[in-house]
Nanobody
Framework: QVHLVESGGGLVQPGGSLRLSCAAS????????MAWYRQVPGKQRELVAI????????NYAESVKGRFFISGDNIESTVVLQMNSLTPEDTAVYYC???????????????WGQGTQVTVSS
């Protein structure tokens, strides 16, 4: 089993920046995608940014394009979300997600972090 642990959330003023990090408890044999999602109470979890490590390509939600940037290390099995120019609408619980193979003997699996709160408020 693999556990993902996020860090870096907190309270920030509008216009500020935060850097979220996510580390896996063990290295993956191979990673297909690394992503960040977010969720606010009463709404569905939404994709914020995703990186296809096999291509590689990055895609972002329209609401964060040009402000958020995803990066990852396939070998270390870590993923980072740099968030700039934050607005109150970015307030949510942010979850990291890694999809891949933990060994060459099991199929592709999805793993989620426990979530980290990001609050943007003055």
């Amino acid at each position: 089993q693999v556990h993902l642990v996020e860090s870096g959330g907190g309270l920030v003023q509008p216009g500020g920046s935060l850097r979220l990090s996510c580390a896996a408890s063990r290295r993956f044999h191979s990673i297909a995608t690394m992503a960040w999602y977010r969720q606010v109470p009463g709404k569905q979890r939404e994709l914020v940014a995703i990186m296809d490590t096999l291509r590689p390509t990055m895609n972002y939600a329209e609401s964060v394009k040009g402000r958020f940037f995803i990066s990852g290390d396939n070998i270390e099995s870590t993923v980072v979300l740099q968030m700039n120019s934050l607005t109150p609408e970015d307030t949510a619980v942010y979850y990291c997600n890694i999809a891949g193979w933990i060994t060459d003997r099991v199929g592709r699996m999805d793993f989620w972090g426990q979530g980290t709160q990001v609050t943007v408020s003055s």
